[in-house]
T-cell receptor, first 113, second 112 residues
Framework: SQQGEEDPQALSIQEGENATMNCSYK?????LQWYRQNSGRGLVHLIL?????REKHSGRLRVTLDTSKKSSSLLITASRAADTASYFC?????????????FGDGTTLTVKP | DGGITQSPKYLFRKEGQNVTLSCEQN?????MYWYRQDPGQGLRLIYY???????QKGDIAEGYSVSREKKESFPLTVTSAQKNPTAFYLC???????????FGSGTRLTVV
């Protein structure tokens, strides 16, 4: 079963609006990571949040983590057309071989100019 | 500049052939990974290595093989035993495995 599952599968917004996507997971984690993938390209690491952290910011990105609900959210504020991409969460589980992260199926974000 | 390089960008394989995908990093990272991505889907782990001369199977290792003879290099061989190899293959590395991954730009493999 999927360790990380993103929701929604697809999101379409206008430039300037905020975009929120969510990730749920099933087992306890070391950390949770968010990545962006432009079509046909490799993934780019955005933010890593550790299990003892609740919120992290990076520029227009804000990530929250709720370990009691086993969920995380990625907020992109003041979106731009260049934010159009797929976004993936990945989790590194506790009590397993270190550094083996499991990816979800992603949220496809379309930002219309 | 440090980074991770995958080659070739596109690869075509005939039925019954083995092919090897290259992955090289100059980031001095200990951990390296191979993932497979099918259209519209997430990444599935094929193999990973946390240290030179050691590697472990991921979730979909059947039909694939790897080696880790040097810290910088983690080549993936797609063997003829892999029945549905057409996919986008992504290599990644991580300093310790418990931090973010750096990805290569991928190799698109097509069976012809």
């Amino acid at each position: 079963s999927q360790q990380g599952e993103e929701d929604p599968q697809a999101l379409s917004i206008q430039e300037g609006e905020n975009a929120t996507m969510n990730c749920s997971y099933k087992t306890s984690i070391n950390n949770l990571q968010w990545y962006r993938q432009n079509s046909g390209r490799g993934l780019v690491h955005l933010i890593l949040i550790r299990s003892n952290e609740r919120e992290k910011h990076s520029g227009r990105l804000r990530v929250t983590l709720d370990t009691s609900k086993k969920s995380s959210s990625l907020l992109i504020t003041a979106s731009r057309a260049a934010d159009t991409a797929s976004y993936f969460c990945a989790t590194s589980r506790l009590n397993t071989n270190a550094g083996k992260s499991t990816f979800g199926d992603g949220t496809t974000l379309t930002v219309k100019p | 500049d440090g980074g991770i390089t995958q080659s070739p960008k596109y690869l075509f394989r005939k039925e019954g052939q083995n092919v090897t995908l290259s992955c090289e990093q100059n980031l001095n990272h200990d951990a390296m990974y191979w993932y497979r991505q099918d259209p519209g889907q997430g990444l599935r782990l094929i193999y990973y290595s946390q240290i030179v001369n050691d590697f472990q199977k991921g979730d979909i290792a059947e039909g694939y093989s790897v080696s880790r003879e040097k810290k910088e290099s983690f080549p993936l061989t797609v063997t003829s035993a892999q029945k549905n190899p057409t996919a986008f293959y992504l290599c990644a590395s991580s300093l310790t495995g418990l931090d973010g991954y750096t990805f290569g730009s991928g190799t698109r493999l097509t069976v012809v």
